[in-house]
């Protein structure tokens, strides 16, 4: 099997020595006419591969290329009989799926390619160099990385959670972050080429290093080169788990990732000064994240069904809501789902770029008044779908047991409040109330002792099983739900009560 990847990788390297030998021999500003046509030629390899994709997979070459599916299947069918053939289909939508997603979260990665480039003071013509050999080291760290992440997914199934946790939080960040500029200067890889090589300041053309009185002495252009291969890694780190979240094959986790990153460096030359139109791609990013890191996390559920036999008798209602089988999320629908929110975005980013130039281009004031207007409900629009969507996933939420929705329905809400009075209103009111009911349990947790937790939570504990045991006119969904939801506020109560006694108040 190793022999395949070894093929691979050297299609791959003949592809770039064909590349930087042959077409970019000498150095030279890529304009953008020539980098689309390179990038449709890898979208071009990549959708071809595809085709190479279903043959292996439906004939099992070589023999033993489709074990993981293999595997995965006997998992949700222990007693059937699985043929290691026939598997081309299914194969073919996880490796688009996996390649869709790679490309989409690596646009990013052009942005503070851009801007490393801006800080480095890289000369046009020396560009394609770095980017070059920024593949080549790309293929060894992803491919490092992919090879530890499907090992540990195959050992450990509990990393999936890990994994799905990660990408929530991670979904979490790019929400709230900025569009700061990159801090270039603070890199760790840059601290740590100085620390190793005596940098200069000038650039020799396209070498790397100089002597400099027998010493080997770094050029700006390594700087760059070093930077370029510590961001990619640092973007791997968020793309291979949500990668693997839709494959744990690595052959297809592996080749996906080189096209995405094939296609996005011949890119960058044609996008890196429009990539800021579309706006709203970081937040189509930022729901694909959530989705993927759900739904590892619910991967596992059927697992709590194991633990209804070591809880005492009478608490199996506690886990009686999961699901008896693992829960499967078709590739199709991963599909569907993944291009249909990147779409989402493309759209409302082309929507809001085209209404802009046509306000900035108005001689008319009123006629800008018009347009701006039209941004605005534009806005209101897209946020009133946005908050209306959570709060409807929030509402399908209420039946799990725990606070269910009132999380999701509180997200939606805010989204809402944004752009609606009445809805910055509702907000606000929840924010006092949930203000005073803080004050009123700071001066509950200031007269009660730590002693007080163990009888407080067991009597909690014993008066919702009384009535989950003999008030048959609640349904069990509402009592375990209030449950949990009064659960929280008193354990906001308890934590504030040991935090008092560590600071001896």
């Given at each position: 099997m190793v022999w395949i990847y070894v093929g691979f990788i050297f299609f791959i390297c003949t592809m770039l020595a064909l590349d930087l030998g042959v077409v970019n021999r000498k150095a030279h500003v890529i304009r953008a006419r020539e980098s689309l046509i390179f990038t449709a030629f890898t979208v071009f390899l990549a959708l071809s591969f595809a085709a190479c994709v279903w043959w292996m997979y439906e004939n099992n070459?070589?023999?033993?290329?489709?074990?993981?599916?293999?595997?995965?299947?006997?998992?949700?069918?222990?007693?059937?009989?699985?043929?290691?053939?026939?598997?081309?289909?299914e194969a073919t939508i996880k490796y688009l799926a996996a390649?869709?997603?790679?490309?989409?979260?690596?646009?990013?990665?052009?942005?503070?390619?851009?801007?490393?480039?801006?800080?480095?003071r890289v000369p046009a013509h020396l560009q394609h160099r770095v980017l070059f050999w920024g593949i080549l080291g790309a293929l060894v760290m992803r491919g490092a990385m992919i090879v530890a992440g499907v090992e540990l997914v195959k050992r450990f199934e509990w990393v999936n959670y890990i994994f799905g946790l990660f990408l929530i939080y991670t979904a979490y960040k790019m929400f709230r972050s900025g569009e700061g500029e990159e801090n270039v200067a603070h890199s760790p890889a840059v601290r740590l080429a100085q620390k190793m090589f005596r940098v200069t300041?000038?650039?020799?053309?396209?070498?790397?290093?100089?002597?400099?009185?027998?010493?080997?002495?770094?050029?700006?252009?390594?700087?760059?080169?070093?930077?370029?291969?510590?961001t990619d890694v640092i973007f791997a780190v968020d793309s291979i788990p949500a990668v693997i979240g839709i494959t744990s094959d690595p052959f297809i986790v592996f080749t996906s990732n080189v096209f995405a990153i094939l296609g996005l460096r011949s890119l960058f030359f044609a996008v890196a000064a429009a990539l800021g139109s579309f706006r709203y791609l970081k937040t189509a990013l930022v729901f694909v994240l959530a989705f993927i890191g759900v739904k590892m996390l619910l991967m596992g559920v059927h697992n709590l069904r194991d633990l209804a036999e070591q809880l005492p008798?009478?608490?199996?209602?506690?886990?009686?809501?999961?699901?008896?089988?693992k829960l499967h999320v078709p590739t199709e629908v991963s599909l569907a789902i993944i291009v249909g929110m990147l779409a989402l975005?493309?759209?409302a980013s082309l929507f809001a770029s085209a209404a802009e130039r046509r306000r900035r281009r108005s001689p008319m004031e009123d006629m800008a008044e018009a347009i701006d207007l039209t941004r605005r409900n534009l806005r209101r629009v897209l946020i009133l779908i946005a908050g209306s969507s959570v709060i409807l996933v929030g509402i399908a939420l209420a039946p799990i047991p725990g606070p269910g929705g009132i999380p999701v329905i509180i997200a939606g809400l805010m989204i809402l409040a944004t752009e609606f009075i009445w809805a910055k209103r509702l907000v606000l009111r929840m924010r006092r109330q949930a203000n005073?009911?803080?004050?009123?349990?700071?001066?509950?947790?200031?007269?009660?002792?730590?002693?007080?937790?163990?009888p407080v939570l067991l009597i909690h504990a014993a008066a919702f099983l009384a009535l989950y045991e003999w008030v048959n006119a609640l349904p069990d969904v509402f009592v375990i739900s209030t449950y949990f939801g009064t659960l929280l506020m008193v354990g906001f109560w308890a934590w504030r009560v040991v935090a008092r006694h560590r600071r001896g108040e």
């Amino acid at each position: 099997m190793v022999w395949i990847y070894v093929g691979f990788i050297f299609f791959i390297c003949t592809m770039l020595a064909l590349d930087l030998g042959v077409v970019n021999r000498k150095a030279h500003v890529i304009r953008a006419r020539e980098s689309l046509i390179f990038t449709a030629f890898t979208v071009f390899l990549a959708l071809s591969f595809a085709a190479c994709v279903w043959w292996m997979y439906e004939n099992n070459w070589p023999e033993g290329i489709t074990g993981e599916f293999v595997r995965l299947a006997a998992q949700r069918a222990p007693d059937a009989e699985i043929a290691a053939t026939g598997w081309g289909r299914e194969a073919t939508i996880k490796y688009l799926a996996a390649w869709v997603l790679e490309y989409s979260l690596s646009v990013d990665n052009i942005f503070v390619i851009a801007v490393i480039f801006g800080y480095f003071r890289v000369p046009a013509h020396l560009q394609h160099r770095v980017l070059f050999w920024g593949i080549l080291g790309a293929l060894v760290m992803r491919g490092a990385m992919i090879v530890a992440g499907v090992e540990l997914v195959k050992r450990f199934e509990w990393v999936n959670y890990i994994f799905g946790l990660f990408l929530i939080y991670t979904a979490y960040k790019m929400f709230r972050s900025g569009e700061g500029e990159e801090n270039v200067a603070h890199s760790p890889a840059v601290r740590l080429a100085q620390k190793m090589f005596r940098v200069t300041h000038e650039y020799h053309g396209s070498r790397f290093f100089i002597r400099d009185a027998g010493a080997l002495v770094a050029t700006p252009l390594f700087l760059a080169l070093l930077v370029v291969e510590f961001t990619d890694v640092i973007f791997a780190v968020d793309s291979i788990p949500a990668v693997i979240g839709i494959t744990s094959d690595p052959f297809i986790v592996f080749t996906s990732n080189v096209f995405a990153i094939l296609g996005l460096r011949s890119l960058f030359f044609a996008v890196a000064a429009a990539l800021g139109s579309f706006r709203y791609l970081k937040t189509a990013l930022v729901f694909v994240l959530a989705f993927i890191g759900v739904k590892m996390l619910l991967m596992g559920v059927h697992n709590l069904r194991d633990l209804a036999e070591q809880l005492p008798e009478g608490w199996g209602w506690l886990v009686s809501w999961a699901p008896e089988h693992k829960l499967h999320v078709p590739t199709e629908v991963s599909l569907a789902i993944i291009v249909g929110m990147l779409a989402l975005g493309v759209i409302a980013s082309l929507f809001a770029s085209a209404a802009e130039r046509r306000r900035r281009r108005s001689p008319m004031e009123d006629m800008a008044e018009a347009i701006d207007l039209t941004r605005r409900n534009l806005r209101r629009v897209l946020i009133l779908i946005a908050g209306s969507s959570v709060i409807l996933v929030g509402i399908a939420l209420a039946p799990i047991p725990g606070p269910g929705g009132i999380p999701v329905i509180i997200a939606g809400l805010m989204i809402l409040a944004t752009e609606f009075i009445w809805a910055k209103r509702l907000v606000l009111r929840m924010r006092r109330q949930a203000n005073a009911m803080a004050a009123t349990t700071e001066v509950l947790a200031r007269r009660s002792s730590p002693w007080t937790i163990p009888p407080v939570l067991l009597i909690h504990a014993a008066a919702f099983l009384a009535l989950y045991e003999w008030v048959n006119a609640l349904p069990d969904v509402f009592v375990i739900s209030t449950y949990f939801g009064t659960l929280l506020m008193v354990g906001f109560w308890a934590w504030r009560v040991v935090a008092r006694h560590r600071r001896g108040e």
